[in-house]
């Protein structure tokens, strides 16, 4: 079964620093591969995902991820984080069976952005 | 156009007690997807349905949950004699529903269960 790590459960990151965060997932064939953010009362909305080809993807608001095959890794990176990045991003790996798309997410980390 | 809504977005109930959530899905959407978010276990699949049927029940917890979907498009969940342990967001999500591929998932805005 395929599973998702998130180590960081909190961040903290002043406003115009760039931003890294971790994802590491399990799976045992080639991944599709999603980075979502929750901001507070909202739901979860897309940032990006992976299939397949090149291995960056860029996403909306400026976010980008990385899949690093050899470390079993999908980091989340932005080169200058704004206030209104405050919120909860969620790393997931997807398994596609017939019509199901199905998605396993990770527990989730919490981006707290300092003037 | 419309996204995807749930009602109630806030729901306080005492143990014991029944309840039902609802999803509409984005219109055209022939997947329905049921998650739940709660305070240590991030985000877990409920159930998923295409059109009215649910091929994949696996992540229902517990024979207190059951959900089902009329005409294709509404999704009620309904939890029966609700536990504290269900306080959760419940979160619904759809998609176009395509075999074969993958097809994004949008999701709602969540109902917040309290369960006193």
């Known amino acids: 079964a395929q599973s998702v790590t998130q180590p960081d459960i909190h961040i903290t990151v002043s406003e115009g620093a760039s931003l890294e965060l971790r994802c590491n997932y399990s799976?045992?064939?080639?991944?599709?591969l999603f980075w979502y953010v929750q901001s507070p009362g909202q739901g979860l909305q897309l940032l990006l995902k992976?299939?397949?080809?090149?291995?960056l993807v860029q996403g909306i608001k400026g976010f980008e991820a990385e899949f690093k095959r050899s470390q079993s890794s999908f980091n989340l990176r932005k080169p200058s984080v704004h206030w209104s990045d405050a919120a909860e991003y969620f790393c997931?790996?997807?398994?596609?069976?017939?019509?199901?798309?199905?998605?396993?997410f990770g527990t989730g980390t919490r981006l707290q952005v300092t003037l | 156009g419309a996204g995807v809504s749930q009602s109630p977005s806030n729901k306080v109930t005492e143990k014991g007690k029944d309840v039902e959530l609802r999803c509409d899905p984005i219109?055209?959407?022939?997947?329905l997807y049921w998650y739940r978010q709660s305070l240590g276990q991030g985000l877990e699949f409920l159930i998923y349905?295409?059109?009215?049927?649910?091929?994949?029940k696996s992540g229902l917890p517990s024979d207190r949950f059951s959900a089902e979907r009329t005409g294709g498009s509404v999704s009620t969940l309904t939890i029966q004699r609700t536990q504290q342990e269900d306080s959760a967001v419940y979160l619904c999500?759809?998609?176009?529903?395509?075999?074969?591929?993958?097809?994004?998932?949008?999701f709602g805005p969540g109902t917040r269960l309290t369960v006193l």
């Open positions: 992976y299939f397949s080809g090149d291995t």
């Open positions: 349905f295409q059109g009215n049927s649910a091929p994949d």
């Open positions: 999500a759809s998609s176009l529903g395509l075999a074969g591929l993958w097809d994004t998932q949008y």
């Open positions: 219109s055209g959407h022939t997947a």
């Open positions: 799976y045992g064939a080639t991944p599709y």
């Open positions: 997931a790996v997807g398994a596609k069976g017939g019509t199901a798309s199905k998605l396993t």
